[in-house]
């Protein structure tokens, strides 16, 4: 980053990745039970597997918010160099 503050779009990718880790962690936190025959976890561990998919929803909105915003920079930068 250079001195601009980081736009909405770099903060979704953030989010996003951080949601999908902990989703992650949840998804191998309820399959685990499964393979090592243990005790299963309770309902709300299979949704907090949902996090994952959460996550990377999120974190593609990021991406697209941010290709949009850098397109619009790079639009009015080449318009502004055609003006002058």
């Given at each position: 980053?250079?001195?601009?503050?980081?736009?909405l779009?770099?903060?979704?990718?953030?989010?996003?990745?951080?949601?999908?880790?902990?989703?992650?962690?949840a998804?191998?936190?309820?399959?685990?039970p499964?393979?090592?025959?243990?005790?299963?976890?309770?309902?709300?561990?299979?949704?907090?597997?949902?996090?994952?998919?959460?996550?990377?929803?999120?974190?593609?909105?990021?991406?697209?918010?941010?290709?949009?915003?850098?397109?619009?920079?790079?639009?009015?930068?080449?318009?502004?160099?055609?003006?002058?």
């Amino acid at each position: 980053m250079t001195g601009r503050s980081r736009d909405l779009g770099e903060n979704l990718v953030r989010v996003g990745g951080v949601v999908f880790v902990l989703g992650t962690l949840a998804t191998i936190a309820t399959v685990v039970p499964y393979l090592l025959d243990l005790p299963r976890l309770p309902s709300i561990a299979w949704g907090l597997s949902m996090m994952m998919p959460l996550g990377l929803l999120v974190a593609l909105v990021g991406l697209f918010a941010t290709a949009r915003a850098e397109s619009r920079r790079r639009r009015a930068a080449r318009e502004a160099a055609a003006a002058s």
